[in-house]
């Protein structure tokens, strides 16, 4: 998986290619503009969005319990509120709209850099891309505060893709 985002001008390339992953963040965001290797935390992390299939889909034969833990309000609409727990024992709250089904928010703790996390992610601006549907919008609270947006412009499905783009870079 390759992730490139840009932020105030900025490029952040993050790269997990199987068990380990690198990240160039510029020093203006607290990095050293060079190729260094994730953290663990961030790694485990990061490696988790690379199950394309997401959370729910074979649960199970990733090692995960699935319970129906009630039936909520969310923005005026119900809501299935599912509760996940992976075989590493973290938990995640799904909530799943009741009339389209879509999951419109994840919710659990996660540690990182060795501190617990409340971590929160609303899904909206659903659109269909082939004939399956995708958030192409994504909000979070910044660990700096205030919250983060991210707007997906395009999704490409079975791409040809050049293995080189996840080749780390030789230091300067």
């Known amino acids: 998986m390759k992730s490139t985002v840009k932020v105030m001008g900025q490029e952040i390339i993050t790269v997990i ?3 380990t992953g690198w990240s160039i963040r510029p020093a203006m965001m607290g ?15 990061t490696r988790g969005q690379m199950d394309l299939g997401g959370l729910l889909v074979n649960y199970k034969e990733k090692g995960s319990t699935l319970e129906l833990a009630g039936k909520e309000k969310m923005d005026g609409g119900d809501v299935y509120k599912l ?9 995640t709250n799904i909530f799943v709209s009741a009339s389209t089904y879509y999951i419109l928010k994840t919710a659990g703790k996660r540690t990182i850099n060795g501190q617990d996390i409340d971590t929160e992610v609303n899904y909206s601006n659903f659109k269909q891309v082939e004939g399956l549907t995708f958030p192409f919008t994504m909000e979070t609270a910044s660990p700096m505060g205030g919250q983060i947006t991210i707007e997906t412009e395009s999704i490409k499905l ?5 293995e080189a ?5 030789a230091k300067k």
């Open 17 to 19: 290619n199987g068990e």
């Open 83 to 91: 509760k996940l727990t992976d075989k590493a024992g973290e938990v």
């Open 158 to 162: 079975n791409p040809t893709i050049d």
């Open 31 to 45: 990095g050293t503009g060079e190729a260094e290797d994730l953290p663990k935390d961030q790694l485990k992390m």
């Open 165 to 169: 783009i996840f080749q780390r870079p």
